[in-house]
């Protein structure tokens, strides 16, 4: 598996590719179903299935919903970690392809990917716990994160931290979205009673406040390597 970096999906997605955004592994995409028909979204979805096992692809995550379609692209190398190949844009050309013949609208503003994040001294002993607790299987480890193959559970991965007295706060949210939907949100959450905490990482990710401290972190693909 020969992953691409983030910069260059970054401009593939600018080449053409505008219907999808970069998340924290995948690649994804949200369409939304015009008209009153609602078997064309499920006629849309068998379609991708064929399309991706044609192209000797497995069938990609798809979410199937009233009225939207998610669609979420990655590659697995034999350890299991997820990353975005030449062979995923390509998939994602020929998918666009289709939502167009399907009469599908893009709303890439709308994708989002929540992240569980947990601050740990030692990954290597937490993280086979955390596996069997989410997956029901401890090998579900990849380097520092938890990935469930059946993606039944959002993906947790291990932030490094020193040893510290409890109480402190040691799980976080990554809320993941397209980048032109990250000030918008950033204010929404500021207005209901949020904080912005921390901007030095900004625009990959920016630390936000509920009003009883907990931390979040709202974050993109813009600016990362």
């Known amino acids: 598996m020969q992953p691409v970096a983030t910069p260059d999906v970054l401009a593939a997605i600018a080449g053409g ?7 924290a592994q995948p690649l ?7 008209g009153e028909d609602p078997t064309v979204a499920a006629s849309f979805v068998s379609a991708v299935a064929q399309v991706a096992v044609t192209a000797g692809r497995q069938v ?3 979410r199937l919903t009233d009225g939207a379609v998610d669609l979420f692209l990655y590659t697995s190398d034999p350890a299991g970690e997820r990353r975005i190949t030449a062979q995923d844009l390509e998939l994602a050309r ?6 167009a013949k399907f009469r599908l609208r893009a709303v890439p503003a709308e994708v989002t990917q929540v992240e569980l994040a947990l601050d740990t001294v030692d990954f290597v002993t937490a993280g086979p716990f955390w596996a069997a607790l989410l997956t029901g299987d401890a090998s579900h480890t990849v ?15 291990f932030q490094g931290t020193g040893p510290h007295d409890t109480p402190r706060q040691r799980w976080h949210l990554d809320v993941w979205l397209a980048p032109e939907a990250v000030a918008r949100r950033i204010a929404a959450a500021v207005a209901a009673g949020g904080t912005v ?5 900004a625009p990959a990710y920016t630390v936000l406040a509920d009003p009883d401290g907990n931390k979040v972190c709202v974050a993109c693909a813009t600016g990362r390597d």
């Open 197 to 201: 905490v921390d901007t030095s990482g």
């Open 17 to 23: 590719l505008g219907d999808w955004r970069v998340l």
């Open 143 to 157: 380097r520092d994160s938890v990935f469930d193959p059946a993606n039944r559970v959002p993906a947790l991965w």
């Open 60 to 62: 990609p995550e798809i």
């Open 94 to 99: 020929l998918v666009s392809g289709l939502a």
């Open 28 to 34: 994804a995409a949200r369409y939304r179903v015009e």
